[in-house]
């Protein structure tokens, strides 16, 4: 087998080689660092790589999987962490020059669990300053761009973690989701994307501008990928009272049990969302597939009342806590659309955050009593495709309530478990993708129907398209 044939190898099938001796985390490493320090130039998907740990690390994991004690499936798989989560021994940019070198002096507890399980962790991905937006560019760190066409951006806020993963440098890596920022990316690469139940995977620390509606995940390329993650990301953590209680449960159990029987709707809008007419057709087309696998298909009515008026106060408001907390001297180097929202926020009150959290209790208690009729909600996740990488986020022509996260924050507001999966590819060959919405803590059944859309999809890596866009990269001198 080839180096490029492993490189778009599962986690799932290199961990069947590791346990065959047909290769080793070792060499598996190797051919990682290879493409990820080849891509970089283009790509600008890594902030920070750190070759001896993961050197060590993947010794250590070969040695398991020689004497048969590897530590989970996970053993020895490379992977990397989102630059907004704190790794002991590295520094945690945010993507901002309002933070510096200082090492982490712990690390939280999904890099804890990817490590308790073996994997090797080489580097962090690339954010938004902040991760505020669903683009990813950043004054420290500039733009990172997609695989499918270097013009666009892989979305964000957790662009590098899924330029990494659609370029077919590892299986999968992390990020997470206070908005859409893992559905977004996944989204606009042609990824695996779940953002799990609020709770499911702890979030520490747990005192940063989205601390009430981030969820931690993975970007992959599988289903079964994705559901091992979560296997071993999922359980409480006494750093996050927030984490919901033990629940011991393999992931990948059930994963092919089938939509037959079940109750989906379908909502194109969400009931005044304005999705681009491609956007719509994609989706559409992708959600009769259930129709096929034995689901009932619905197209419903408005379900939800446009986020601004009631949910802006909890965006601008905690932005302009993170100012606060900035020197003054070091504000004129913020991200121009991340400085003005917090300057805006600056004005919020008391009674504005009231408000918006009422309107929070009534979304969810609202979501929770449309899920008694149907078991599944399917809609687009974003109104168009990846933009292109000069966009500007939050302007007049890309507002955040209407281009850049409408379809994907209510279920933020919510708690409730969603993902992406890939829909198609528009005229000019993006991905599109579609959004699988389940009940509150009902990951398992989302997971469910994400494994019967990817058998009947028949989407599979390498994508052509990514393949022509990395076979024409200039060599770097």
Known sequence: MTPQDIAWLSAVELQILYARGETSPVDVLEIFLGRAHALQPHLNALVLTDETVARTAARASEVRWRSGTPLSLLDGIPT??????????????????????????????????????????????????????????SPLQGTTRSP???????????????????????????????????????AHTGLVGLKP??????????????????????????????????????GPDLR????????????????????????????????????????RALVAAAARRFEDMGAVVEEV???????????????????????????????????????????????ITLADYAR????????????????????????????TAAPA???????????????????????????QPAASMPAGLTASGLPVGLQIIGPARADALVLRAMRAYESASGWTWPQAKVMETLSHLPPQA
Do not use: C
Request: glycine share 10%; proline share 9%.
């Open 301 to 347: 009515g408005p379900l939800i009342e446009p986020l601004r008026h009631s949910f802006e106060p909890l965006w601008i408001g905690s932005f302009a806590t993170r100012l606060r907390q900035i020197p003054t001297q070091l504000q004129a180097k913020l991200d121009p659309g991340f400085r003005a929202a917090a300057e805006k926020g600056m004005a």
């Open 148 to 186: 499918w066409n270097l013009g666009h951006t892989p979305g964000g806020s957790s662009g590098g973690a899924s330029a990494l993963t659609a370029a077919g440098v590892n299986p999968f890596n992390h990020g997470n989701d206070g908005g859409g920022s893992i559905r977004i990316p996944a």
């Open 389 to 415: 990488v000069e966009t500007l986020y939050n302007s007049e022509a890309f507002p955040r309530w209407t281009k850049g996260a409408p379809y994907t924050l209510p279920f933020n507001l919510t708690g």
């Open 197 to 234: 139940s609020f709770g499911r995977i702890p979030q520490y620390p747990a005192d940063g501008p989205f601390a009430d509606v981030i969820s931690q995940g993975v970007l992959s390329r599988t289903v079964r990928d994705t559901a091992l993650a979560l296997t071993v990301l999922a």
């Open 356 to 383: 918006a959290y009422e309107a929070k209790s009534k979304l969810t208690r609202d979501m929770a009593l449309w899920h008694q009729k149907y078991d599944l909600l399917l809609a687009p996740v974003t109104p």
């Open 240 to 279: 996050d009272w927030r984490s919901l209680p033990a629940d011991p449960r393999d992931y990948t159990v059930g994963l092919e049990e089938g939509v037959r029987g079940l109750k989906l709707g379908l909502s194109l809008d969400l009931g005044h969302v304005e999705a681009d007419p491609e956007v």
């Open 80 to 137: 990397t962490i989102k630059d907004t989560t704190p790794v002991e021994g590295w520094p945690t940019r945010n993507g901002s020059h309002a933070t510096d070198e200082t090492p982490a002096v712990e690390s939280a507890p999904v890099v804890d669990r990817l490590q308790k399980a073996g994997m090797v962790v080489f580097g962090k991905s690339a954010t938004p300053e902040f991760g505020w937006k669903a683009l990813t560019d």
